[in-house]
């Protein structure tokens, strides 16, 4: 048997032919690098409006519980004395007490009024200085711009979720400021953590002024809550004149096209950019007929300038978002914008509030 050799001399690649091959590479890794970076950011959008939906069905399961109504924690009458919790507390009632949840401990950790007046017999802590925590949103003073419309985790809404303040359905996957503090409690069974006693806010919000009696943001003119006896009554939602119009829920934050994450405007260096900072922000958003999408500030913007200009001359409010509330024409935070194109304060401070709109829709 005779066996044929082959004598091959190996060749290899030329300087050139390797940096040709490396510079492939490295173009094929620019063009396809944007593309895989938008469909991940558009995986944590499509989370987040999951999120919403889930926030969807539990709002429905909250109205199914009291009368269709949407979630408020002040009590109804609390314009009978002038929305004074000291007043309320000592001639009208102990209103239920803004609860966060159990801790391992045992504890009850919540925003308690106090034991003042016809609370006296329950021993709670705290003071009325929770109060704000049970209005939609206060309006002035130190705590202003902030409420019970910030809290969607609170106990008695989570209670239509899963019972747990830290719950992942509250935090938007982009929301990295407050999903640092929230997500480290994702895994612990309690209601609520004490942990340092930290505490993250639900990226969503509701919409204050959808809490409110419509008459509160009417475009007739602002009327302060505090002087109307059903001032604090929130609407029952098949009041909703423009549902699929009206936002119900949406991500506070700025997280959409951000041009970075910490607001520098504010004090402390950790507080984020809000929805209505920005004129690129498009906060996945949840409609008051249960649809889910994202709603740039742009549209709602153009739809503001829409209304104005086709409103009728007797109307005394205009806009789309009230420019007459105590926020005043910079409406909610918007001096702390990010650039000088934003101006908006829609779904914060609606017009009508659930009878109003924060977009026109299709022109």
């Not at 809404?157 to 407050?178: L, R």
């Not at 919000?205 to 419509?214: Q, T, V």
Request: aromatic residues 14%; negative net charge; contains cysteine.
């Amino acid at each position: 048997m005779h066996r044929t050799l082959s004598n091959r001399t190996g060749r290899g690649f030329t300087i050139v032919e390797l940096l040709v091959v490396v510079s492939i590479i490295a173009l094929l890794i620019a063009i396809l690098l944007p593309a895989i970076g938008k469909a991940r950011d558009a995986a944590l959008v499509t989370q987040s409006l999951a999120n919403l939906r889930n926030l969807s069905a539990a709002n429905s399961a909250y109205g199914a519980d009291w009368s269709d109504r949407q979630f408020t924690a002040i009590p109804d009458d609390a314009g009978l004395v002038s929305g004074n919790c000291g007043t309320y507390l000592a001639s009208v009632a102990c209103p239920p007490q803004q609860l966060l949840g159990w801790a391992a401990d045992g504890a009850m950790w919540g925003y308690f009024l106090g034991s003042a007046g016809l609370c006296a017999q329950y021993a709670y802590p705290g003071n009325c200085g929770n109060w704000v925590v049970y209005k939609p949103i206060e309006f002035t003073g130190a705590d202003a711009g902030f409420g019970s419309f910030r809290l969607p985790n609170v106990k008695s809404f989570s209670g239509y979720v899963n019972n747990k303040f830290y719950d992942p359905v509250y935090w938007a996957p982009k929301d990295k400021i407050n999903l640092a503090i929230a997500e480290k409690y994702f895994s612990i069974p309690d209601q609520f953590n004490t942990n340092n006693q930290e505490i993250s806010f639900s990226t969503y919000c509701w919409s204050p002024a959808a809490m409110y009696a419509p008459d509160v943001f009417s475009n007739t003119g602002y009327k302060n809550p505090n002087l109307m006896p059903g001032g604090y009554r929130s609407p029952a939602v098949g009041m909703s004149t423009y549902p699929d119009l009206k936002t119900r829920m949406l991500e506070h934050s700025w997280l959409q096209n951000a041009e970075s994450q910490v607001n520098s405007n504010f004090a402390g260096g950790t507080e984020p950019w809000y929805f209505n900072h920005g004129y690129n922000s498009a906060p996945a958003t949840l409609f008051f007929d249960g649809h889910v999408s994202v709603m740039g500030v742009g549209d709602a913007m153009e739809s503001d300038a829409r209304a104005f200009a086709t409103a009728p001359a007797t109307m005394s409010e205009k806009h789309l978002w009230h420019r007459g509330s105590p926020f005043g024409v910079n409406g909610y935070f918007g001096a702390q914008s990010y650039d000088f194109l934003v101006d908006t304060s829609y779904h914060i401070l609606t017009t009508d509030g659930v009878q109003g709109r924060d977009t026109m829709g299709a022109k």
